[in-house]
């Protein structure tokens, strides 16, 4: 397959315009909200293409990406959103907005598997088995082909997985239920950066 691949330094272009439904990814330096960095944002339209953004650690200044992000009428894909979204609050300090997470949909869907890796999405829903070897890697600096081929992958079949999941919803009658559970995601965001980590509804 080929991929459009196109690294931009510090924010996207402002020629660039998405239609009404994007992928996104985020590489970090690290899990830690308190001491890692945000490095990189990905964003596909869904045709085998990823802009892959790689921001100025020092001053985060991207104002096309965060009109972007805060558009309403674009309808933003992620794979576990928490963890993509408490990393854009923190370092670009904009409430995302027209969220939806594979991950939550995969959990409400796919009842039948506790697999729910977008490795696990992309083998059921696209048929081949893509190695996440590069998760752990150095986004932090220059990137390599490899990288940047990585974090191309995380973004270009989410559009489908979203199709197919969204079908398991619907046919199943569960399409309300993750309606109201992704309505929460900006909320659980700001229990993680407020250090409520845990899940608060436990006894
Ligand atoms: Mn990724």
Redesign the pocket.
């Known amino acids: 397959m080929n991929l459009d691949i196109k690294l931009h330094k510090k924010d996207l272009p402002q020629e660039i315009k998405f239609s009404d439904k994007i992928a996104i990814?985020?590489?970090f330096t690290g899990l830690n909200i308190e001491r890692d960095r945000l490095c990189l944002v990905?964003i596909s339209s869904g045709n085998n293409d990823a802009h892959i953004i790689q921001l100025d650690k020092d001053s985060y200044d991207a104002p096309n990406l965060k009109s972007i992000l805060e558009d309403i009428n674009i309808n933003k894909l992620f794979h576990y959103a928490r963890a993509d979204l408490l990393f854009i609050k923190k370092h670009l300090g904009v409430d995302v907005k027209s969220i939806n997470c594979t991950k939550i949909m995969s959990k409400i869907a796919r009842g039948y598997t506790d697999k729910h890796g977008?490795k696990d999405l992309i083998k059921e829903f696209i048929g081949i088995d893509i190695s996440k070897q590069l998760?752990s890697s150095d986004f932090g600096g220059e990137l390599s082909d490899k990288q940047l081929k990585?974090?191309a992958q995380?973004?270009i079949y989410l559009h489908k997985i979203y199709d197919s999941l969204n079908k398991i919803l619907e046919r199943e009658k569960r399409i309300n239920l993750y309606d109201k559970t992704i309505k929460f995601i900006n909320t659980r965001v700001e229990l993680d950066l407020a250090s409520f980590k845990e899940d608060i509804w436990s006894h």
């Open positions: 990814d985020c590489e990905q977008l998760q990585y974090c995380d973004v």
